[in-house]
């Protein structure tokens, strides 16, 4: 029970994180970000968690290759290039 509610937390944390970029695609990136907030569990954590993934250590570097697609992946990876940058309050 505890798992669900921190896996529901996240959800909720990521789509509040999500960046609405001002231009050419806002609406779209508002779409998706209240799709995300909407998102059942279940779609949740099959889209988002169970995510097959090969990770390679070369050299000095981690690489993380995704294995699968699906449709949240360039949403996933928006995400993943916000978390990259400082937060700004």
Do not use: Y
């Amino acid at each position: 029970m505890l798992m669900t509610a921190l896996a529901w937390n996240l959800k909720a944390w990521l789509a509040l994180r999500l960046p609405e970029t001002p231009g050419r695609g806002q609406e779209k990136h508002r779409a998706e970000k209240q799709k995300l907030l909407k998102l059942e569990f279940r779609t949740f954590v099959n889209s988002w968690l169970r995510i097959p993934c090969q990770v390679v250590k070369t050299g000095h570097k981690l690489v993380c290759r995704m294995l699968a697609w699906n449709g949240w992946q360039d949403v996933f990876f928006r995400l993943a290039e916000q978390f990259r940058r400082p937060l700004r309050c």
